[in-house]
């Protein structure tokens, strides 16, 4: 597979469901969405035990002293959330989603624009896409984006039948925003080390966890405000690595 694989399976499977929801949308009922949707949260909590496996990964535990792997996870989501919270960039995601929605609302043919941007923001602004994205890049595998795709392609169905073609349209900037991340994933997978990745790897598995928990509506976690544990998460094991 190539670098970016996952982002165009995201993006077709966007585009997919937006035809689907279009054409047939309200013919597929709410139950059988909702029952979609609780097992692919399910699915999500495989995805972080298999990202949670670097903890125990050779390499990881010969690089760090004694119990400094599960240790530097422990730091890195703990620092991730005092920043995350102190920049309290979850208000700031949804903030700035509402503002672009009321901005747009307004305009001429407000509907195919108010699916647009609430479609963009849905699939773009979240931790899922970062996640992916960066685990695609760094060449970690595919699988969290192509959850992701399953996710938004279920999503879409039920936004093309109330919004029209501006669902499709998304796709646009969603690419783009991946795309970003992809190739920042692509970067950093070339210039860390291997306990590095298996320490960004294993502390995003406790975000796709949170992430479970909010599509299953047992816990609306605040999951971006611990997305900086992920940039923190190679410079304690560093630390751990060069000084401990």
């Known amino acids: 597979m190539f670098v970016g694989f996952g982002t165009l399976i995201n993006l077709l499977g966007i585009a997919g469901g937006s035809l689907l929801g279009?054409?047939?949308?309200?013919?597929i009922p709410e139950k059988t969405r909702s029952l979609i949707t609780d097992a692919l949260g399910c699915v999500t909590i495989l995805a972080a035990a298999d990202a949670l496996r670097e903890i125990w990964s050779p390499s990881f535990i010969a690089a760090l002293p004694k119990g400094w792997t599960?240790?530097?996870?422990?730091?890195?989501?703990?620092?991730?959330a005092i920043?995350?919270?102190?920049?309290?960039?979850?208000?700031?995601?949804?903030?700035f989603g509402l503002f672009l929605r009321k901005r747009f609302a307004g305009t001429h043919n407000s509907r195919f624009i108010e699916g647009f941007m609430a479609a963009s923001l849905l699939f773009a602004i979240g931790p899922l896409a970062i996640l992916g994205s960066i685990s695609?890049?760094?060449?970690?595998g595919d699988q969290q984006l192509i959850l992701k795709s399953t996710l938004d392609a279920i999503t879409s169905v039920a936004f093309a039948a109330t919004?029209?073609?501006g669902v499709l349209a998304s796709i646009v900037p969603v690419g783009i925003y991946q795309l970003l991340w992809t190739f920042s994933g692509w970067g950093l997978g070339n210039i860390m080390s291997?306990?590095?990745?298996?320490a960004m790897t294993a502390t995003g598995g406790i975000l796709l966890i949170g992430i479970a928990l909010r599509i299953l509506g047992i816990k609306q976690m605040a999951?971006?405000?611990?997305?900086?544990?992920?940039?923190?998460a190679p410079l304690i094991a560093t630390c751990a690595h060069h000084f401990l």
């Not at 599960?70 to 991730?80: E, Q």
């Not at 995350?84 to 903030?95: A, P, R, T, V």
């Not at 695609?136 to 970690?140: K, L, T």
């Open 83 to 95: 920043v995350g919270s102190l920049l309290d960039i979850e208000s700031k995601l949804e903030n």
């Open 163 to 165: 919004f029209g073609w």
């Open 223 to 232: 999951v971006g405000n611990l997305l900086p544990a992920i940039l923190f």
């Open 22 to 27: 279009v054409l047939f949308g309200n013919r």
């Open 70 to 80: 599960l240790l530097t996870v422990l730091a890195s989501l703990l620092v991730g």
């Open 194 to 198: 291997p306990y590095q990745v298996s």
């Open 136 to 140: 695609d890049g760094m060449g970690n």
